[in-house]
């Protein structure tokens, strides 16, 4: 099933045809997310207003009816796939960084409450993975995270997904409101 995060609709769809073949809703990732290469100073208002609905807004809008449902069902993980940008200092748009900085505080208050219900919210903030997303970054910044990394090397998504399928599976029972930082050793 696919759909778009920014309409409402889609998610209402994704949602109510995701319940019905499923029965439950067991697994919960945020990854969508866009970027653009703005300063700050020449950012518009329909940039930042773009990146912050995309990479914010749909975090609200996808994670509400499906948090819903995980407390009725009294269990459920979600993952957010945040950013190292939101972390450190990078050569990264403010609004993308301000995006995934959010997502930050996202997981970490709602895993407070999510917890009493038996659901676990936690967050992986990622280095450069080999993604549509890394091969639209300016080439200088590919270089630069070459270097920065101990791998040497942008992560392979299948790296990632590693990591996630551990973090929302029952074999990660007691990890909750944690952000776990998978970068090849970029920011270490």
Not at 6 to 34: C, P, Q
Not at 49 to 66: C, Q, W
Not at 113 to 127: Q, S
Request: proline content about 2%; some cysteine.
């Amino acid at each position: 099933m696919q759909g778009d995060v920014s309409k409402k609709a889609d998610i209402d769809r994704l949602f109510t045809e995701t319940k019905k073949t499923f029965g439950k809703l067991d697994i919960l990732v945020n990854n969508a997310a866009i970027a653009r290469g703005d300063n700050f100073a020449t950012t518009t208002d329909r940039a930042w207003d773009e990146v912050i609905d995309t990479n914010v807004g749909s975090l609200f809008a996808v994670t509400k009816p499906i948090y819903k449902q995980m407390i009725r069902q009294r269990q459920g993980s979600i993952l957010n796939i945040t950013s190292i940008g939101a972390m450190r200092a990078l050569p990264t748009a403010v609004h993308y960084a301000t995006s995934k900085a959010a997502m930050i505080g996202f997981t970490k208050c709602l895993s407070r409450e999510a917890g009493t219900f038996g659901v676990k919210v936690n967050a992986i903030a990622a280095g450069i993975f080999d993604t549509e997303l890394a091969q639209a970054l300016p080439e200088r910044l590919l270089q630069m995270h070459h270097f920065w990394t101990s791998a040497g090397r942008l992560g392979r998504p299948e790296e990632l997904a590693e990591y996630a399928a551990f973090m929302v599976s029952d074999r990660n029972s007691f990890m909750n409101g944690e952000v776990v930082i998978v970068d090849g050793g970029a920011i270490t």
